[in-house]
């Protein structure tokens, strides 16, 4: 069948690829923007357009149709102007090796699925736990950080009903303590768990938002007081907007001592686990019970690769289930379904791999390290700017701001950061991101990528000053007339 991936059909596979990749690397050459700014209705439209049901139009027009509908209008985290999310460019070794699993299609569930799979990826796990100063311990890809973290937390709630007589009555005093700035995909994954809609509790955090380790014994103190029971206690390395990681060696003391269970979300500060001159921001991982990695965040692999490491294999037991069909009791073969949440799984492993043979460790913590350095350079210029204001510091890349020139009141400023992002998200030209710190709007930058300079960033900085120029000038000017400004 002249359809399907084959022996038969090796041929038309490599000209069909190839004719892909020829087509993208033509867009890798003439890409200038991180966007197209086409307006969510011109998009639906487009998608609209197409009919489903219609006539099939074989396999070149539909990649030609492809380029024109999805690639024109995708947006490139490798564009130096993109500076929005967390999102990073890739490195070649992993986009190549992200070729070889379109085609092989491995599955990395049970041993004869994925025999040789199976043991790369246990390699990478190992490697990235001894990163963390692990002594033996395992773990698992996912599909994600927010996977990771509701994995990790199913451990430690499995751990806490562990000899526990009746489960019902346990689980809705369970309590999970985190800083304000943690990820909102430790709230999902309370939910999902199962426990009180008032389950994760938000222990006070310093200036820059991180965990005060003196008020986390005072909020396990008050967890226990109160009959209930510290299920996990989450830190994190790397706060999604701050960019700041919660002292974790003194988090760790804390959670020794009371003896609840140290989840430590790094899905971004994961990085440092290579970089040559920051490794010490981590110390105390290694006293951690589970770990999140997002190797697609800050170790520039493709979506998806993350993992969850644990520093005592055994504590991945929760998670085996058995199935006649699939990997039964009293089979002794190595089976990664066994430690996983889902069943048929990518091999992401692979990716990595690939990446550390090819460019290895330092390399990719040089990089890592080369947008930390950048992110300090911003903070700098947006701090001598006398119309940006400053919004705290970050440890790691990303830059908090307002554009607030003398003159104009606090009221205007927040009200600016949504029409300045959509300014700029219209014209294509930059996309920046916006959040909400201590209670007042700003505008947020994540740097990513090692290629970009300071006169790019710079760049997008002019651009968020025109914008917001315009839309103070034109008072309730829209924000289509600021993407004018900025076009
Ligand atoms: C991005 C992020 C997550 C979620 O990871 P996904 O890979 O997007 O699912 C979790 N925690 C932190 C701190 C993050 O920044």
Not at 334 to 349: C, E, G, H, I, Y
Request: aromatic share 6%; proline share 5%; hydrophobic share 45%.
């Amino acid at each position: 069948m002249r359809e399907l991936l084959s022996s038969a059909t090796a041929e038309h596979y490599a000209d069909t690829v190839h004719a892909t990749v020829e087509r993208l690397a033509g867009r890798l050459r003439t890409t200038t923007q991180p966007f197209s700014g086409a307006t969510p209705e011109q998009l639906r439209r487009l998608v609209d357009a197409v009919d489903l049901d219609g006539p099939a139009i074989g396999t070149p027009a539909a990649l030609q149709e492809v380029d024109e509908l999805v690639t024109a209008h995708s947006v490139w985290f490798h564009v130096p102007t993109y500076a929005a999310h967390l999102n990073c460019p890739v490195v070649l070794p992993a986009v190549a090796a992200e070729a070889v699993l379109a085609a092989v299609n491995p599955s990395v569930d049970t041993y004869d699925q994925s025999g040789i799979g199976t043991f790369v990826e246990r390699a990478v796990v190992d490697w990235t736990a001894r990163r963390i100063g692990f002594a033996g311990g395992d773990g698992i890809f996912t599909s994600g950080g927010t996977q990771s973290n509701l994995q990790g937390l199913l451990l430690a709630r499995e751990h806490a009903l562990a000899g526990v007589a009746d489960r019902g009555t346990t689980l809705p005093r369970l309590r999970v303590v985190a800083s304000a700035s943690s990820h909102f995909s430790v709230q999902k994954a309370a939910l999902l768990l199962g426990l009180s809609p008032d389950a994760v509790v938000l222990a006070p955090s310093d200036a820059l938002g991180r965990l005060r380790p003196d008020a986390l014994a005072t909020t396990l103190a008050a967890i226990r007081a109160a009959g209930h029971v510290p299920m996990a206690v989450v830190a994190t390395a790397g706060t999604t907007d701050r960019g700041c990681l919660d002292p974790l060696a003194s988090v760790a003391d804390v959670c020794a001592h009371d003896g609840a269970w140290l989840h430590v979300d790094a899905a971004y500060g994961c990085g440092l686990l290579v970089s040559p001159t920051r490794r010490h921001l981590l110390d105390g991982i290694e006293r951690a019970r589970s770990v999140t990695v997002d190797f697609h965040k800050s170790f520039f692999q493709p979506v998806s690769s993350s993992a969850l490491v644990v520093r005592d294999a055994a504590d991945l037991a929760p998670v085996a289930w058995h199935a006649d069909y699939l990997n039964p009791h009293d089979s002794d073969e190595p089976n990664q379904v066994d430690k996983s949440l889902q069943t048929t799984r990518r091999f992401d492993a692979l990716k990595l791999w690939t990446t550390l043979r090819a460019l290895g460790a330092d390399r990719l913590g040089a990089m890592f390290d080369t947008v930390l350095d950048l992110a300090a350079a911003v903070h700098r210029w947006v701090e001598e700017d006398g119309d940006l204001v400053l919004v705290g510091r970050t440890q790691l890349s990303t830059v908090l701001f307002r554009y607030q020139p003398p003159g104009v009141p606090d009221a205007q400023a927040d009200a600016l950061v949504p029409q300045i992002r959509s300014a700029l998200f219209g014209s294509g030209r930059a996309l920046v991101a916006k959040t909400v710190v201590d209670g007042r709007a700003c505008l947020k930058l994540t740097l990513l990528n090692p290629g970009t300079t300071l006169d790019d960033v710079v760049g997008v900085l002019e651009l968020v000053r025109a914008a917001g120029a315009a839309l103070v000038e034109g008072d309730d000017l829209l924000a289509g007339d600021a993407t004018a400004a900025v076009r």
